[in-house]
Structures are given as structure tokens and as C-alpha cells.
């Protein structure tokens, strides 16, 4: 007979149970104590390491226990367990019984009637498996008594329990002041909330899709802006895209809130949302991996794991499958081709790209990224709690001394400070004293770290977009727990709602203007260089431009085919909104004088000197 009662889980996985609420009867080394047994806990990549992927039992131990303070009392609904996360080690529990207690003293077994209750558990390492009590029981500690396992006994958990209805509201409980729908969608529910936002707010949003998955389904975008479908001359276009991995929910949810959050305010006429539909034009795409999300969402919160729906229905991570033209700049850079030969932006991409193992969803994105002018994006991933910035490639160093100052970009600052904006506003992620989700806080105590000094990779969307696009992207990693329960979304709105619409302001941080000819047309694809900063960007159709930058005076160059450079002095200062600094570029004579070239068979125009008056008349 199994419980009515589904309770949340306690928090062992999101970390919201706090490491002196876990406690074990011994540990087999230094690194598997009882704080590492929380569902889905990675490991480092090295086994003898101090981090390992469980909690695990000293080898001689014969009454083995695992314990959960809940530190009130609680109704205790069940427990779900996982083994050890390693490359190479085949430990789990596979038997176990459960005991209560009130004071950590006393210990009751708890019994079906007739025996103390075997609970089956895992077989393998990594498939959780939820056993579920058949009344709820009432205590503040929980323990797990293992009784056989496979390999060494180790053991990953999450405890499942209800707040008693009298006691006192805990800290982690919010009642959130935006009335919005918090669950998980599926897909068609995804759909169907993005129709209805639609219908509230007509004027201002725009449904659209920027292709399709692999199975065919279709990747939804959100427009939200004052002039839904087109791009207006000097408004910058902002985007966040989440669900690149499918079983990372908590970025999908939050951008259906947002979409939510924006429409309902907009109406009620706040001062803030009016001023960022009416100056930003925003796209919000809440799963950019489908196929994915719809296997992890039938898994259910809890019990898919660390991988199941990571991957496309391919097997790509899209993430991590774009184009990589760090080596191609990087290469030239070392031969001293760039700028001569090379640019330092808008890298080609390479031939036959579209051949290359690219997933029917990266493809899309890319079309929609060459197709959009984006100056600034974040995606939303999960698994950890930080923001982390490009490079997220690795550069290998020529010579010793130039190892390790590699791995930023030329606009590190900016990037630094546009992860801070997140971070910093956001309500728990510079918490790191704890640690971060897996080892030991890798940021500082800022909650921003750098991809490639971290945990670098090739091929990144972040990489792609800087040197491929105007676009600065950022990861944002909002919480150890990948798939939170319905539960926590009101808290994780809380948390992330002022970050959010802080990181969009940050759009217009930096200058903007057109550049235009004499006669005031428009021109297109004119490069804007900052003197010291080796990143250019382009104007878009419109001869419109945005360059993020940090406060300070900077000397920008405009330059076209057929025209004559202009530089200006442009400031940026500290208040919002980026400073106008626009150019107005003169026909070059470059042009006529290539033509009478052309006349001449190409070859030089003689230009009589002095000196050859001289020795031809002396001749």
C-alpha cells in the first residue's frame, strides 16, 4: 500500500539541507563523508580524490547508517537513494531499512505489520530509486540502515517530507507577490502558457520559432518589444535561451515566468518593465532541446539522473557543438595575420561547416543568431550555481610565461561585469561559503568564474557567438539541483527575478549610434573598432551598432569599403543608457583613384618628381 501523501523532497540534492543536518556512522576516506550523499553528487574526476561522488561506509563497519535532520519535526514520506557517481567503480546499495527518531537518541524501525520493512534499493550506480513509506511518519531524524550492497557500500539520497501544518513557516518557504503559474510545462503546456501571454499582451509579444527539433518539434521564441516583429533602427536586441540540455528545467520555467512576469507588469503600467519593453527588444526561447526535456520531464523531477536527457535525440550536446574558431583565430594570431589577413570578428565560418556533425538544432541556432543583430544573451543551464564567462576554450600557451594570462577575452571586463550583474543580484548565488554544489567554491566568492580556467571545452556557444557574431553570450548555472521540484519554483523565482531584468539593462551599457554616408543613408556592415580592445563589431542592416563597455573614454573608429576612416572620442559614463556616438563617413578617393588603375592596364601611376625633371633633361 503505498503513501497518498507525494511530499517534496527535504533538500539534500539542491543543497537547501545544510551540511550539519547529514551525519553518518563512519567513512571509508576523507573525501566520502556523509555531506557527499546527496542525489546526483558529482565526484571529481579522480577517484583517489577528495571529492568523491557518495557517501561511503568504512569497510569494516557491520551497522553501517546514513541520517537526515530535518531540524523540526516533519511528516517523513519516503526516501529515494542512488549509488556512487564514478568512472570505474560499481558501488550501490541494493537493501535497506528505514528508522525514526525524535531526539537522536531513541530509534524506532519502522515495520509493515509483521517485520522490521526491507526496502529494495538500487542496481546500478546511477538510476535513482524512490521507496515510499505507506503512511507518513512523524519525526525530526531520519536514518538509513543499509543492509547489503554491491561493491562498497556508498550510497547518494534524497529524503522526501512535508512541513507539519502547525509548525512555524521555515525560511526557505516564500510566498511569492507575483501571481504566476508555477509548474513544470511540458511541451504542449509550454505552448499553450506562450499562447496565452500572447493574448495578454498583443502588442507587445510575438510568437515565433527558430526552427525545428530533430523529432521535428518546433523551438519557440518570445519576442517582447514595443514594435513585436521588426528591428528598430538604435534598439538593441537582447536574448536568453534555456533548455540546451533537456534535463536542465529550472531555466525553462524561469523564462515562461519572465515572459508571465513582463506581460502582467507592462499592464499594470510598472515604470521599469514599461522602460525595457519600450528600449530593448527582447527574445526569450525556453527549450532549445526539446526532444530532450519532454524524455526528462517523464522521468519526472526526482528520478532522472545526472544524464538522462542531456543529449539530443542525436546524441549531440548543443552546447558544446558549435564551429570552433578559437583555433582558427588564435592561429592566425600566432602568424601575425590578424588584422592584416584575418579579422578579430565576425570569423567565417569554416566550408563545408554544414556538413560537419552539426545537430539539426545547432544549425538553427546559428541561422538565428547570422539572421539577428544580438548585442548581449545569456543561456540558462544547471547542475551548478555560478555564472561563468568566456573563453570557455582553453588556449594553449606558446612559452611558459604566457601560460595561464590566455584564456581571456579582449573584453574581459566587460564579461567580468556582466557575470557580476548577475550574481550580485541575484539572492543566494555569492552564498559560496559553503562551497559550490559538488567540490569547493571555484569563484572566489563572487559567484562568476571564467569557463576555460574552470572547466574548459571546445566549441561552445559562448566562444561562437563572441567571435562569430556582435553578441557577448554568458552561462548562467542557476542551482545544483537540475530539475527542481515544482515545489521550488516560487523560491527560484525569488531568487533569480531581479537578476534577470538587471543582466537585460545591461544592454545599454557601452555607446551606440549609425553610421551613415554624406547623403544620410545608412551603412551596413561597417566595422567599429575601440583603440586598445582587439574586438570589433559590426553595424547591423540599419548602419546601426552597439559596443558594450565599461565606463572610461574610449577612441572609435568607423570604417567601410570605399570610405574614409573617422575616429571620434566617445565617453561612457556611469548612468544607464549608452552613450550616442554616431559617424558620418565621406566617399574615399580610393575608388577613382582605382579606376584610372584600371585605365592605365593596372599598373603604378608614374608620379613625376623633381628628380627626374632633372636627370631627364640632363640626359
Known amino acids: 500500500e503505498k503513501a497518498e501523501k507525494v511530499c517534496p523532497p527535504l ?27 546527496r542525489l546526483n553528487i558529482q565526484g571529481s574526476e579522480n577517484d583517489d580524490d577528495l571529492y568523491g561522488g557518495a557517501w561511503c561506509a568504512e569497510p569494516e563497519e557491520t551497522n553501517s547508517w546514513f541520517q537526515v535532520d530535518a531540524r523540526r519535526e516533519v511528516e517523513f514520506t519516503g526516501v529515494i537513494t542512488q549509488g556512487r557517481n564514478s568512472e570505474t567503480q560499481e558501488d550501490y546499495m541494493s537493501s535497506y531499512f528505514v528508522a525514526f527518531s525524535n531526539d537522536s537518541s531513541d530509534w524506532t524501525t519502522l515495520h509493515d505489520g509483521y517485520a522490521e520493512w526491507l526496502f529494495y534499493g538500487n542496481v546500478d550506480k546511477n538510476t535513482p530509486v524512490m521507496n515510499q513509506f505507506f503512511m507518513p511518519i512523524v519525526a525530526r531524524y531520519l536514518r538509513i540502515l543499509p543492509q547489503s550492497w554491491n561493491g562498497s557500500l556508498c550510497l547518494r539520497a534524497e529524503v522526501l517530507a512535508c512541513p507539519l501544518p502547525s509548525s ?13 503559474d508555477f509548474r513544470h510545462h511540458n511541451y504542449k503546456d509550454m505552448r499553450q502558457i506562450m499562447k496565452v501571454v500572447n493574448e495578454e499582451c498583443p502588442n507587445i509579444t510575438r510568437i515565433y520559432n527558430i526552427g ?8 519557440y521564441a518570445m519576442e517582447i518589444s514595443d514594435n ?37 507588469e507592462y499592464n499594470d503600467e510598472n515604470p521599469r518593465v514599461r522602460r525595457l519593453v519600450d528600449g530593448v527588444r527582447i527574445h526569450l526561447v525556453p527549450s532549445l532541446n526539446p526532444d530532450a526535456y519532454e524524455m526528462a520531464f517523464e522521468m519526472g523531477s526526482e528520478m532522472g ?33 590578424v588584422p592584416r589577413i584575418m579579422p578579430n570578428h565576425h570569423i567565417p565560418l569554416p566550408e563545408n561547416i554544414f556538413n560537419a556533425s552539426l545537430a539539426a538544432e545547432t544549425k538553427a541556432i546559428i541561422s538565428w543568431m547570422e539572421r539577428t543583430p544580438f548585442v548581449l544573451g545569456a543561456n540558462l543551464q544547471g547542475g551548478e550555481k555560478l555564472v561563468a564567462y568566456p573563453f570557455d576554450m582553453q588556449r594553449q600557451p ?26 550580485h543580484s541575484h539572492l543566494t548565488m555569492t552564498e559560496t561559503y559553503r562551497g559550490s554544489c559538488h567540490g569547493d567554491d571555484v569563484t572566489g566568492g563572487q559567484g562568476i568564474v571564467n569557463r576555460a580556467s ?53 544592454v545599454h551599457r557601452g555607446i551606440k549610434g549609425v553610421v551613415r554616408d554624406v547623403e544620410g543613408n545608412p551603412l551596413a556592415n561597417a566595422t567599429i573598432s575601440v583603440e586598445g580592445i582587439r574586438h570589433d563589431v559590426k553595424t547591423a542592416a540599419g548602419g546601426d551598432y552597439w559596443r558594450l563597455l565599461n565606463p572610461g573614454e574610449y577612441k572609435v573608429t568607423a ?42 592596364g593596372k599598373r603604378p601611376i608614374r608620379i613625376v618628381t623633381k628628380a627626374n625633371v632633372a636627370r631627364t633633361t640632363a640626359a
Open 398 to 423: 606558446l612559452s611558459r610565461q604566457n601560460e595561464g594570462a590566455l584564456r581571456e577575452t579582449p573584453d574581459d571586463a566587460m564579461f567580468r561585469w556582466l557575470a557580476m550583474s548577475y550574481a
Open 454 to 506: 574552470w572547466k574548459p571545452v571546445v566549441g561552445s556557444m559562448n566562444d561562437f557567438s563572441y567571435l562569430h557574431t556582435n553578441c557577448f553570450e554568458l552561462s548562467i548555472f542557476l542551482g545544483c539541483d537540475k530539475f527542481p521540484h515544482e515545489s521550488e519554483l516560487p523560491l527560484e523565482w525569488e531568487n533569480n527575478k531581479e537578476s534577470l531584468l538587471s543582466f537585460i539593462e545591461q
Open 212 to 219: 525545428k527539433s530533430y523529432q521535428g518539434l518546433k523551438m
Open 305 to 337: 539522473n545526472w544524464e538522462l536527457g542531456h543529449w539530443t535525440e542525436e546524441g549531440y550536446d548543443i552546447f558544446l557543438n558549435f564551429p570552433d574558431l578559437n583555433s582558427v583565430l588564435w592561429g592566425a594570431e600566432d602568424r601575425g595575420w
Open 168 to 180: 512555524y513557516h521555515s525560511e526557505n518557504e516564500v510566498n511569492p507577490t507575483d501571481d504566476l
Open 228 to 264: 513585436p516583429g521588426e528591428h528598430e533602427t538604435g534598439e538593441p536586441e537582447f536574448r536568453y535561451t534555456a533548455g540546451l540540455h533537456g534535463n536542465e528545467a529550472l531555466g525553462r520555467e524561469l523564462l515562461l515566468l519572465l515572459m508571465q512576469f513582463i506581460c502582467k
Open 559 to 600: 570604417k567601410a569599403d570605399g570610405y574614409t576612416p573617422q575616429t571620434r572620442l566617445c565617453m561612457v559614463g556611469y548612468d544607464s543608457g549608452a552613450t550616442s556616438c554616431s559617424f558620418t563617413l565621406a566617399k574615399s578617393n580610393w575608388d577613382r583613384i582605382k579606376q584610372i588603375m584600371a585605365l592605365n
Open 11 to 37: 533538500g539534500l540534492e539542491s543543497h537547501r539541507v545544510e551540511e550539519d543536518q547529514l551525519l553518518a556512522s563512519t567513512q571509508s576516506h576523507h573525501g566520502f563523508s556523509a555531506q557527499r550523499g
